[in-house]
């Protein structure tokens, strides 16, 4: 089956004692743990993609043994179970240690494709639990699951689901913080990534000043995760400058493809910054159907809105910063850590202007592009409409009526419709002028469909499958798996899946508005 090597436990220092009770671990970057059995675990569903690039059959997906490894309840020969210690600025403030509460390690699977490390998901306490419980729900399961998957289909930098079990054992949550806890069904989802190392597990240390063990971890990093770096630089100041720098490249254009497809992370707290530049940590987020910078789906972030969509790329600017404190604290030179951080704003730029062009199907950035996006952007936050009809509708659209689908009311469609029919006289003239051929016309579609999804996991959708699973019917998850394998092309007779969010999915729970609780 599965082959492991572990470099992480091999090469790092882990914790010497092997007990799950909640407490501080220094001078370790691991704990050994063993996820805690479940009563009656059960495959819901898996990533056949995510199984085949591990080398697993169907047979061995459905096997007792590898059910067994997958809810915590058995080992495979060769797993090193483990959690690591991590800390984070938590909604702007620095929070101490971390770690992973729920998250345990099952170790590192070596494939014809690469490395990857497994990771469960809800599978029981762990030194870092604090006074939780260590499981997770299956509602946010699902979601985890689906996202990883949808995301990747997308060609968005995210970690992977390989499966989705459910434990038959409850959870009890409090989803709105509001004293009305009830037990909920529990689930455990396996994620798959190269490595799940966090800029949190670099800020710990530095908040300890141990200097030495940050230095082992930032050599580690380096050295198995940019080895092209690690081959190019000999000082080791310029070795950590230039990976910093890689960091806020990955950065960069993993924000500028949230923006494109329309996706809020929810959390960013640095905790839940991937190293590598992969979307981690699939809690509260959401995708945006009404096209709002203000709008983020996390309820315990509603008064400040810090991660609200249109502000991801400031702050994942702000949490290199804390990064590059970090790596300040071995006494990189700050100047040079500095300079690097440029390279985010200088990429996210670049990026972030290639995407738009590419949704709008426009090819240069001059002026007037530049005009008739930004008064593109003014009217779609005059009025609400939805972002990913909007964009796909662009690509064919012969006149103005083509967007009228993307209007949610129809009370402001009417009196926005004159406007934006100027707008569209515009927009076509520029087209036109730069794609004088029926060739270019034609590639300006493709290009324009290849950027703009017709399909994504709107919220309402997942609740869908959520509120089936909950009733024992768990096939719309594999069937909204199955849409969101090909988000780009038109799926004929799986319209439903392109619709735009229905109204009474407005304010529901799960469908606009996301708890923490999980
Ligand atoms: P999150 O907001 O999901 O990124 O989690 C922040 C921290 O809380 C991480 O250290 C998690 O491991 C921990 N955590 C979240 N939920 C639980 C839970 N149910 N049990 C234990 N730890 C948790
Ligand atoms: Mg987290």
């Known amino acids: 089956m599965l082959k ?37 675990p059960r495959l819901l569903a898996y990533s056949p993609e995510v199984a085949s690039m591990l080398g697993l059959s169907e047979a061995q997906m459905r096997s007792a ?68 419980d260590g499981r997770a729900v299956l509602r946010s399961s699902i979601r985890e699951f689906l996202c990883s998957e949808a995301m990747h289909h997308l060609g968005v930098p995210t970690t992977r689901a390989l499966s989705l079990v459910a434990t038959g054992d409850d959870v009890e949550r ?15 989802v396996c994620r798959v990534a190269p490595t799940f190392i966090r800029f949190g597990h670099f800020e710990l240390l530095a908040s300890r000043n141990d200097s030495a063990l940050l230095r082992q971890l930032v050599d580690f990093t380096i050295t198995h995760y940019f080895a092209e770096i690690a081959k190019a630089y000999a000082d080791e100041n310029e070795r950590i400058v230039a990976w910093f720098a890689d960091v806020c490249v990955r950065t960069a254009k993993l924000v500028a493809e949230w923006m494109r497809a329309g996706f809020v992370h929810g959390v960013m707290n640095t905790d839940n910054m991937s190293i590598t530049g992969l979307t981690i940590d699939y809690g509260p987020y959401g995708w945006v159907d009404d096209f709002d910078p203000g709008w983020t789906p996390n309820t315990t972030d509603a008064s400040g809105k810090r991660y609200a969509f249109g502000r991801q790329p400031g702050v994942a600017h702000w949490n290199l910063a804390r990064l590059g404190d970090a790596l300040a604290t071995l006494g990189v030179d700050v100047a040079s850590l500095r300079a ?19 949704k709008f199907g426009l090819y240069q950035w001059q002026d007037a592009e530049g005009d008739v996006m930004d008064a593109a952007f003014s009217m779609l936050m005059e009025s609400e409409i939805d972002m990913t009809i909007f964009f796909r509708a662009l690509a064919a659209a012969e006149d103005v009526d083509a967007i009228k689908d993307a209007f949610y009311l129809d009370g402001q469609w009417q009196p926005a419709r004159d406007k934006w ?7 076509r003239a520029l087209i036109a002028e730069q794609n004088p ?46 849409v969101m394998r090909k988000p780009y092309v038109d799926q004929p007779g799986r319209e439903a899946f392109a619709m735009k969010r ?13 708890s923490c609780s999980s």
């Open 502 to 514: 229905p109204d009474w999915a407005r304010t529901k729970a799960g469908c606009s508005m996301l």
């Open 65 to 132: 043994d590898m059910v067994a490894a997958l809810s915590g309840t058995g080992v495979l020969a060769g797993m090193h179970t483990y959690a690591t210690a991590y800390g984070g600025h938590q909604f702007g403030n620095w929070a101490g240690q971390l770690g992973d509460g729920r998250a345990i390690l099952l170790g590192e699977a070596v494939t014809s494709n690469g490395r990857f490390e497994l990771q469960l998901k809800g599978a029981g306490r762990t030194p870092f639990s604090r006074g939780a």
């Open 340 to 358: 690097a951080l440029e390279k985010y704003e200088s990429t996210y730029g670049v990026a972030i202007n290639r995407v738009y062009s590419e």
């Open 421 to 427: 029919a100027a707008w569209f006289v515009r927009y």
């Open 437 to 482: 051929s029926p060739t270019q016309l034609a590639a300006r579609v493709k290009r324009m469909n290849a950027a703009n999804p017709k399909y994504v996991l709107r919220n309402y959708l997942a609740q869908q499958a959520i509120d089936a699973a909950h009733g024992g019917d768990y096939s719309k998850i594999d069937e909204l798996l199955d």
């Open 174 to 188: 409090d989803m709105f913080y509001d004293g009305n806890a009830a037990l909920e069904p529990g689930a455990i």
């Open 4 to 40: 492991f090597d572990n470099r992480f436990v091999q090469s790092l220092p882990g914790d010497a004692n092997a007990s799950n009770h909640p407490r501080q671990v220094h001078g370790a970057l691991w704990s050994r743990v063993v996820p805690t059995p479940v009563a009656a």
